[in-house]
């Protein structure tokens, strides 16, 4: 159910990005709300189909943009294992850990882009790219942070509901 | 007997005074006398109207709230229908006036075919200058096709599905278009960036460059039609110990509000890459 629930709501979040969040730019730097929604399924504690999500997000970002193919799957791939990692070290505090893989999967997945793009001879200086997009779209990320985290909560209550402890 | 002729005696002097009376008032001889006569009673009448007033609207004040309520509630729909109907036709409007402004370009190059296309997105990575349209392959686009607006060249298209395609911007930090400048006619390159700047490269230096000249496309490369304006030349950067000129463009087509397109769908752009070398080729 949870991994079939992932091609309507990604392609709806694929849509909102391309006709709306790609407009809004803070310098050049623009929120990336599949990463986000990533982010925020794969901290839920009881979601085991957070690498299935990756995968297909990836697959289809990566289809739609004019990055090379595979770049933006690596990159979704990696924020999602650093999220399921800090579920299982943070776990007391997953508010924190949303902040936290936010923070360093945006950093990761815009990482992962720019290198691509220099191995494929693209110019694009190291330092303005990180000054110029990363740190204005990780800002806008960790904006949109909190309330992804509350929407996904509420899914991962509504999927995998828990059973009352007596 | 005299009591009779007594009162027809006195009914003729009243009816004397009456009628002298109405000829004095008549004649405006009475003005003075009714004014002060009148006056105390209109103030009288007034009051108590008002009075009167006041009472009948604070009793049936109720039905008049109940009433105006539902006018203004009517006035207020009536408001918002008219509100959005008038933000619908100030869309079309502007949607009319940028087709009419893309036919007057078409009609201005009868030598290309044009297919229109709306641009419906940008691409999800903030590190590349791509839009997608909602033009394919079923509308007879193909892969490297200029893409334009009245105001100039916007881009090409760089990949085709049945129902849309992605097109490259000039502005875009892999692109590079071949350009010439008028009135001179030096030729250079013109690339783009990541902050979506254009930038005038290999320009010889021997070349005179002036800011606002007009930068078109020179057709070299085969990449793109010759003359399609780009812009203009805001400011020139030449260094005596440099190779080649350096120029900032300013561009004619604003890349922030693209809203319709023409691709030129009956130019083909020419691969030329066969022609150049490759390490380890015989």
Known sequence: ?166 | MRSSSFFSLQSLVLALIIIGLIALALGGYLAPASRVLFKPLISAQTWLALRYQTIQNYLSSPQDVARLRQRNQELEAEVSRLQSEIIDLQQQLAETRVLSALVDFARAHPENRYVAASVIGRDPSPFVKYVIINRGSDDGLRRGMPVVTAQGLVGRVAAVTAGAARVQLITDPDSSVNIRLEPTAAEGILVGSLTGKLSLDMIPQEASVQTGNLVLTSGLGGNYPANILIGQVANVDREETDLFQTADVQPTVDFSRLEIVLIIVNFRPVDISPLFPTPGAP
């Open chain 1, 1 to 166: 159910m949870a991994f079939f629930l992932a091609f309507p709501i990604l392609s709806g979040l694929i849509i909102l990005q391309t006709a709306l969040v790609s407009h809004m730019r803070l310098l050049q730097g623009a929120a990336d709300l599949i990463l986000v929604a990533l982010i925020a399924w794969a901290i839920q504690k009881p979601v085991r189909t957070a690498w299935s999500w990756g995968i297909l997000a990836g697959l289809l970002v990566g289809y739609v943009s004019a990055i090379p193919f595979g770049v933006i799957l690596v990159g979704y791939l990696l924020a999602v294992a650093l999220a399921v990692i800090l579920r299982q070290r943070v776990w007391q505090l997953p508010i924190l850990a949303m902040l936290i893989a936010t923070f360093f999967g945006t950093l990761l997945v815009h990482l992962v882009e720019i290198l691509a793009l220099r191995l494929v001879d693209t110019p694009l200086p190291f330092w303005e790219a990180i000054n110029l997009v990363t740190l204005p779209s990780i800002l806008l990320n960790l904006v949109l942070a909190l309330p992804m985290y509350a929407l996904f909560n509420d899914l991962a209550n509504w999927l995998y509901p828990q059973p009352l402890e007596m």
